[in-house]
């Protein structure tokens, strides 16, 4: 009787998915507080125990923070991007269920001359200028690291790869 309720709860959770998926919303953890985005979330095969061991995601060397890409402008000839700090923790039993969390308030932030910007394309990364971001859409999630100077400019963002 246990399993065939895990495998309805588990029909239940793929059709809310599916749903959300069509309606172009993100699904949301049911353990993740409000605001939190699942990447690749899946659900869990009927017999295993729920225990998941989390870790944070891995960030490059110099890079020390996430953010989640809201928009970009240009303002008197500037790049300017409004962006929401974010968390990020990884399962480590399946590296596609990624967890973004926000933790702390939108901001904007303008661009510093000389500023590395790096997207994805397919399966590779791409460099392009600050203001390729105003009028181009992302083919991955809206995910970045990034770096600030001591003038709270930009100086460098690349775009996440989640598998």
């Keep these: 009787m246990k399993h065939r309720y895990l495998s309805g709860v588990v029909v239940l959770a793929s059709a809310a998915a599916l749903v959300a998926a069509a309606c172009g919303s993100s699904s949301a953890s049911p353990n993740a507080p409000a605001g939190t985005l699942v990447v690749h979330a899946k659900a869990e ?42 968390t990020c923790k ?54 970045f690291y990034y770096r600030v100077n001591g003038h709270s400019q930009i100086t460098a963002m690349q775009e996440i790869f989640h598998p």
């Design 45 to 86: 095969p009927a017999g295993t125990t729920g225990a998941t061991a989390w870790k944070p995601c891995y960030l490059p060397a110099g890079y020390k923070n996430f953010f989640k890409l809201d928009s970009a402008k240009n303002v008197r000839g500037k790049t300017v991007v409004r962006v929401t700090p974010e």
């Design 90 to 143: 990884v399962n480590t039993e399946n590296d596609e269920d990624v967890v973004y969390t926000p933790s702390g308030a939108a901001r904007s932030f303008a661009f510093a001359s000389g500023a590395s910007v790096k997207v994805l394309r397919d399966s590779t990364t791409v460099k392009v200028t600050p203001k390729w971001l105003v009028n181009h859409q992302l083919d991955n999630t809206p995910y």
